[in-house]
Each structure stands twice: as structure tokens, then as C-alpha cells.
């Protein structure tokens, strides 16, 4: 089964960016590993609390990133 644990910043997608995003991924999986891998792609969206995450030092938060 493929998986894909994907992690975003909280409250920066909105409901139909998240669908969006877990199609593509899934979409991804079945373009490499065929329409087979489809229904069984798991894909998990986690939303990380503003804040809770850094890049080069930098706190990552709903400012910094934007909303989709």
C-alpha cells in the first residue's frame, strides 16, 4: 500500500486545498505505480500548530507562510 505523511502548517489550507493536495499525492502514486495503487493509497494530511515548526531558524506560522 503506498503512504504518504504529509505535514502542513495549521490553518493555512483550506478544506479544498487539502483535497486538492491528497488527489495530486494520490494521483502521483497511481502515475508511478499504476491504477492498481489507487485505492489503496493512504495519504494523511497533519496540520502542525502554528509555530511548531522552524526552517533555517526561522519560526514558520501562519504569517510568515500565507493561506492558500
Known sequence: M???NL???ADTLTT???KKLQ???TDAFADVYGERARQS???ILEEVAD???SLGGT???V???GRS
Do not use: H, R, Y
Open 2 to 4: 503506498p503512504f504518504a
Open 7 to 9: 505535514k502542513v502548517p
Open 16 to 18: 479544498e486545498s487539502k
Open 23 to 25: 488527489d495530486a499525492v
Open 41 to 43: 493509497t493512504l495519504v
Open 51 to 53: 509555530g511548531g515548526w
Open 59 to 61: 519560526i514558520l506560522n
Open 63 to 65: 504569517e510568515v507562510l
